[in-house]
């Protein structure tokens, strides 16, 4: 830029191959850079229309002022219209207060707003012409369901920033949760859930009604920072997408044109409402079981995670009997296997906290006539205060049946081996598989049949376990009556 009279020459002729370039109309080119009588005319009675229909309807001189000069610029491409550069061009002397014009300035595009003469689009102004105004009349007089405004809000935050429907914690489980937005559920009914609570739900900004409520939920409540401007957009980019869609066959090339920017306007106004979820979520505060979550960064979906992790570990304080032991469903039959293999080794009867819990379940049943079966076992460990993963379940279990603490039965008929590694892997067949806890058996009783095994075979038994012992014991007396009968 230049300085003095050259620099302002320079100027005015920049602005003058802009107009040319840019393609402006008669009138804001006949201002720019002279025109002819005729577009000086036009131009100036165009001006004069809208100062006086302005200065009717507004009674602000300073956003008539404001209104003109975005009359002026609408065709500048190179110019960005933002409340920054506005300010700018509207500055009327040096050393004027920035705070208090930046206020007015702010009022008066809200106004101007208000009464459609412009636009806004994300932090860009545009000055309206009579058929745009008249389509974004008719845009803003566009009817639609709040249900159809809060379904696009449940796909911004939802779909867009916290995507996944289950959500993995440590030990490799996926938890599926709830959707719930503003006390109404968008989604199938899960013992777990994720609620966010709007700036248009009851008591929003009640932080002490918010804490009493989430008490004795199992939820993770996601208040959100209030933005009226967001939910305004979103309303909007719901009426542009229905008015669109509605006149999309419409004859008129100008209202084509008009229909088209519009499109790609929504386009662009909706990918700026995910960001800007983003931001609400990463503002968010969280609240579990009237306890406040401080989850630090602003990362809205890392927040979510977390604080949904946080909320598992609170519903499910029994987790941790798992003791973060990776269980795959392929390892049922290896875990099987373990009382066969000796790989429990001597102390057989040193079950884990998990399996205790499953043996507790099992014989506190048998004590009180009550039938358990592996479907039964299933629902009371994958639900609070467990929140065991279906592996996790069924392995302890193998692991329960290797250790000779149960039986398992089908139509009367004990499995084992394969045809039970089946049985357990087959959902179908759970309803069926019936668990008893096994007769227990002493350590002297035990020791009693070793002794015997070895003082009648003239040789160790290799098992330790009472039912392992019991079976190697049955199948060398079988082995001994083959070969007594082949003397014989």
Known sequence: MGTGAAGVMTNYKSLKQIALDSGLSCMVAALLHGGTGAERRKAQSALQTLQDCAERHLGDPYAVRLLKALFLVKYVKEFKATPRNLGVLMLERFGEDVPVQRQRLAAALNLLEQQTYIQRHGDLYEYLTDEEK????????????????????????????????????????????????????????????????????????????????????????????????????????????????????????????????????????????????????????????????????????????????????????????LRDVPYNEADIGKYLRQGQDGLLGNDVTRLTEAELELLAFIQGNARGGVRTTVKSLLERFERKNYGWYYAAILCNLALLRARGKIEIRQDSNLLAGDPLERALRNTAAHASLILEPQIEFTPAQVRALKDFFADFFNRPATSNEARALARETRDAIKDLELELVALR
């Open 134 to 321: 008249d389509i974004e009349e008719e845009i803003k007089n566009t009817e639609v369901e709040s249900a159809d405004v809060l379904k696009e809000l449940e796909a911004l935050l939802f779909d867009g920033v916290i995507k996944q429907r289950k959500i993995r914690y440590g030990n490799g489980q996926d938890y599926a949760y709830t959707r719930k937005l503003d006390d109404k559920a968008l989604s199938r009914e899960q013992e777990l859930a994720i609620h966010l609570i709007t700036p248009l739900g009851d008591n929003h900004e009640d932080l002490v009604v918010q804490r009493m409520q989430s008490m004795g939920r199992d939820e993770l409540r996601v208040i959100l920072p209030a933005d009226a401007r967001f939910m305004q957009d979103l309303t909007l980019h719901k009426r542009t997408e229905k008015y669109i869609r509605q006149n999309s066959n419409t004859q008129q090339e100008a209202v084509k044109r008009i229909l088209d920017a519009k499109g790609f306007q929504n386009t662009e106004r909706l990918a700026e409402l995910q960001e800007r979820a983003k931001v609400l979520l990463g503002h968010a505060r969280l609240i579990v079981n009237a306890g406040d979550l401080e989850v630090g960064g602003e990362d809205g979906q890392a927040r979510i995670l977390k604080g949904f992790h946080h909320l598992i570990e609170t519903t499910y304080p029994n987790l941790r009997m």
